[in-house]
């Protein structure tokens, strides 16, 4: 009997042991001469790779659910994890995640809510220049471009986040050496931000507050 190394975790292990003490990785020897006349190539094959390859699958599995974990969460994180998992791909390869409420209710607060920056910025641009050259025009027209460009992005929302959150995972495995290092990084990147919809809500409230005090106080 002779130890050889546990590939999976890299601890020390009795040849003769059918699986890793340390972590239960599948423990198979070297092959040999003898042992390949002994067994085809096909049963050792077969033999070693479904366990191994279904243990390091359930592994993977749950690592990237916790890193999705750590990125999104908030009392949402049922609905993405389902959103993100239970998914369709279509002939272009794309994935379509479904409809978003939040998304369709209050574009400008979710994107912003969720960290979507760049995207908050976008749909805030769009929909400034709808009312700068609509509104004039056709108040009607104005209005249903406004609920059109937040139908579009209740359809892409969860694809557009699903994106957001990958780049952030992706991001984390380069600048982050262990596991638990990653989900301190997404928590900390990741989540959502609370603030930021306050502060935007009280800058709308005291509009609006100003909006109906000013011409009262004209006339």
Known sequence: MSLIKCEECGGQVSDKAERCPHCGYPVMPEPTQELLINYPKKEIKSNITPSAVKQKKSIETENIDELYKAAIGDTSLTYYLKAFHVRQQDASGDYKIGWNWPAFLVTGLWLLYRKLYIHSIIYIFICS????????????????CLIFISLIYSLLANSIYKKNIDKKIESSEMACNTFDERIKYLRKHGGTNTAIVLVFFFI????????????????
């Open 129 to 144: 220049l709808v009312n700068i050259l609509l509104k004039p025009v056709n108040d009607n027209l104005s209005n249903f």
């Open 204 to 219: 709308a409230c005291v509009g609006i507050m100003l909006a109906i005090i000013i011409p009262q106080m004209n006339q």
